[in-house]
């Protein structure tokens, strides 16, 4: 039977498109020159390459997501996974970053901003212009997003913030932040709001750059706001919508991050499958001993269906579907089979998978934050089981 594009587009993710090959080439090539090279440098530095940041935004990675009314690339969640997967798998550092400001950031503009404000940032943010982020996250409220303290008062025509962000990538490097705050503490998460605010805004500032076990060239910073004043039109949505609309930024967000899980699980898996064919123990390359090819084919196999599950959110998002259930399983499954195959690849190298030399140890370490960011583990299974318990849990 003939493929028509309608039957690549159903069949998809088992058959690319012509644009998507080229996409996938153009930044494996990018990556292998610009990225590459420097990759433990940064590493070791622990040094945001904002450079090379700001030329992934000249390639239209920055706004993958976004129409090109916007300044975006018109592109969408499949080819969105394909992009931070092919960075990731080189450094899960410049994946992570690119994630957060399309995800989040950029992305909660986009979905609940006015008119207006699309307008005045999302073509900054799309052209790599500008960098976002996206402040939730406070030393005592991580999953329990509830349990905010950050405040955002009203007084005439503007707000009034106070309070901390922790754990906030591109934080010190942002030129916008999306930031939670509490508007009326009566209504617990329903008191939550979501303010825009930029760089250079007295009262806001970067605080401490954390130290990292892994991606360590992302920037991951606290923000904070001291009678931090912002005029009331940089309110982003409805007030006390805040938490809402952040569930819905999420959706996608979680996406990016099985896509990141994935790109350094296949970078892991690489290396993996090249060391084994080039060492040799007696007498003959590892690979050639079952025990070493039944483990290669677990980790391949897990990738796969990691990949699959990713790109099945994907292919939904961009249908216009709600993603809640689907994007947690992606995420769930993704980081933590992600996890498993790096811990296979480091222990396929022996002695060197311990040693900075070689690449497994570094995608060994980047990988762990797949299994905590934008969501725990445990956070996802709540989710999960939330979801199948509204429908029978067999829907297809």
């Not at 069949?11 to 590459?36: D, G, H, M, N, S």
């Not at 622990?46 to 706004?63: C, D, R, T």
Request: hydrophobic letters at 40%; one cysteine or more; charged letters at 25%.
């Amino acid at each position: 039977m003939a493929l028509t594009l309608e039957t690549v587009e159903t069949l998809y993710p088992f058959v690319r498109t012509e644009e998507q090959e080229q996409l996938k080439r153009e930044i494996r090539e990018f990556a292998q020159r610009e990225i590459t090279p420097h990759v433990m440098e940064w590493d070791e530095a622990n040094e945001f390459p904002l450079e090379v940041v700001k030329k992934l935004g000249s390639m239209g990675l920055l706004g993958v997501i976004f129409p090109v009314e916007y300044g975006g690339a018109g592109m969408g969640y499949v080819d969105y996974v394909l992009a931070i997967e092919e960075l990731s798998a080189v450094d899960g550092s410049l994946g992570i970053t690119v994630a957060a400001h399309n995800s989040l950031g950029t992305n909660h503009i986009f979905l609940a901003g006015s008119e207006a404000q699309r307008r005045r940032y999302i073509p900054l943010l799309a052209s790599g212009e500008w960098l976002a982020a996206w402040g939730l996250t406070e030393p005592g409220s991580g999953s329990d997003a509830s349990g905010a303290r950050t405040t955002a008062v009203k007084h005439d025509d503007r707000y009034v913030l106070n309070g901390s962000k922790t754990f906030i990538t591109n934080g010190r490097y942002a030129d916008v932040v999306v930031v939670m705050a509490v508007t009326d503490r009566s209504k617990g998460a329903h008191g939550l709001s979501a303010f825009i605010v930029e760089k250079g805004t007295k009262g806001f500032r970067p605080g401490k750059k954390e130290n990292k076990l892994g991606l360590r060239a992302s920037d991951t910073s606290e923000l904070i706001f001291e009678d931090c004043e912002i005029p009331a039109e940089n309110l982003l949505g409805v007030e006390g919508e805040g938490f809402i609309d952040a569930m819905r930024v999420l959706d996608g967000g979680r996406i990016s991050i099985a896509a990141l899980a994935l790109g350094i699980a296949r970078g892991a898996l690489d290396a993996a499958l090249k060391y084994v064919k080039e060492r040799r123990q007696f007498g003959k390359a590892i690979a050639e001993f079952q025990g070493i090819q039944w483990k290669l084919a677990d980790m391949a196999t897990e990738l796969d269906a990691a990949r699959l599950l990713t790109q099945r959110a994907a292919v939904l998002k961009d249908a216009g579907r709600t993603v809640t259930r689907e994007s947690s399983m992606a995420k769930l499954f993704a980081s933590e089979a992600a996890v498993r195959i790096c811990d296979n690849a480091v222990q396929l190298f022996g002695g060197y998978g311990f040693i900075k030399d070689y690449p497994v140890e570094k995608f060994y370490r980047d990988v762990k934050l797949c299994t905590i960011g934008e969501g725990t583990s445990e956070i996802q299974r709540m989710v999960i089981a939330r979801e199948i318990l509204k429908v029978s849990p067999s829907r297809g």
